[in-house]
Every structure is written in structure tokens, then in C-alpha cells.
């Protein structure tokens, strides 16, 4: 059924998609988006938010049986996907967090439309970052905490000596 359902935020269509067990990736939980889509194929895509994004959709049982999480009638486990989960979730267990104290941090901080964003540069002194993969926590001496992805544009901390 086509149409927009706005209190849902998604098309009729995603509606309907979702009670026929169809999800998006980032719904099932335990497994990465990025080895959901490497594994698996979107049965179909719908658009959602008011942008009218496109988002694939994924039969949530192939998903998890393909991963080995579920046996099922329908689907079979995938040796190559299930090495994969594995090696991902033996790497977050190594994964090793940093704190720096007494950072200088640079971001931008965007601001306006869609259509017409712009940002302003801030920068602050004296502030704690926690790394962790490839996300920084930055806490502000003012004690607010936002979140980075290291490889964002316009961000960059630098750690002086204590």
C-alpha cells in the first residue's frame, strides 16, 4: 500500500515490511551492519524519515540463521559468516582503551538546514578523551561529553604533557 505513515516515520510499505519480519540491519542486534550486508542480500528497500532515505530491508530469520544464531527449515548457516562474526567479536575483546588527559580538542559544530548547513570551529582546552576503536569520548571541563568518530572531518586532539 503506497503512502507515508508520518507517525511511524517510514512508507505504509516499511510498515508492512516489519510485521512480515522483514528489519533493517542496524534492528538486529548481536550482529554488525557491515557483515549483515556482506553476507547477506536486502530482500527489499523502503524509504523512512521525512528525507525519504532509502533503507534496505532484511528477513531477520535468513539473518540469524546465516550467523548460526537460529537453526531454521528455510536457511542454512553460512561457515564463512559465522568465521566472520567470530574474528570480529575476538577483535573487540582486544580492543584496548586510552584515556588522555589535559587535551586540546578541535571540532566543528554544525548548525542551520539541511539544505544550508554551516558550522563554526570550536576548539577547548584541558579536556579528557577516551579512545576506544576508532571513537573518542570527549569530556569538556564544563563536564560535557560528546562523542567523535576519529576520522570526522575537522576534529583532532592534541595531548600535552601533565
Keep these: 500500500m503506497a503512502g507515508y505513515n508520518y507517525g511511524m516515520g517510514m512508507s505504509n510499505n516499511a510498515v508492512d515490511a516489519y510485521n512480515t519480519g522483514l528489519v533493517p540491519a542496524s534492528k538486529i542486534k548481536g550482529i554488525p551492519v557491515s557483515l549483515i550486508r556482506k553476507h547477506?542480500?536486502?530482500?527489499?528497500?523502503?524509504?523512512?524519515?521525512?528525507?525519504?532515505?532509502?533503507?534496505?530491508?532484511?528477513?531477520?530469520?535468513?539473518?540469524?540463521?546465516?550467523?548460526?544464531?537460529?537453526k531454521s527449515d528455510e536457511y542454512e548457516a553460512d561457515e564463512n559468516a559465522i568465521l566472520d562474526l567470530n574474528d570480529y567479536k575476538s577483535n573487540l575483546k582486544n580492543l584496548?582503551?586510552?584515556?588522555?588527559?589535559?587535551?586540546?580538542?578541535?571540532?566543528l559544530e554544525w548548525y542551520g538546514t539541511r539544505n544550508h548547513p554551516k558550522c563554526s570551529e570550536r576548539s577547548e582546552k584541558n579536556c579528557t578523551v577516551v579512545v576506544k576503536n576508532?571513537?573518542?569520548?570527549?569530556?569538556?571541563?564544563?563536564?560535557?561529553?560528546?562523542?567523535?568518530?576519529?576520522?570526522?572531518?575537522?576534529?583532532?586532539?592534541?595531548?600535552?604533557?601533565?
Design 96 to 107: 584496548k582503551v586510552k584515556k588522555y588527559t589535559n587535551c586540546e580538542v578541535k571540532w
Design 134 to 162: 576508532l571513537t573518542a569520548t570527549i569530556t569538556l571541563v564544563s563536564g560535557v561529553t560528546f562523542k567523535k568518530r576519529l576520522t570526522t572531518n575537522g576534529f583532532n586532539f592534541t595531548v600535552f604533557d601533565e
Design 40 to 70: 547477506c542480500n536486502a530482500a527489499e528497500w523502503h524509504h523512512s524519515s521525512k528525507f525519504y532515505n532509502e533503507i534496505d530491508f532484511f528477513d531477520k530469520e535468513e539473518v540469524l540463521a546465516t550467523f548460526g544464531k537460529i
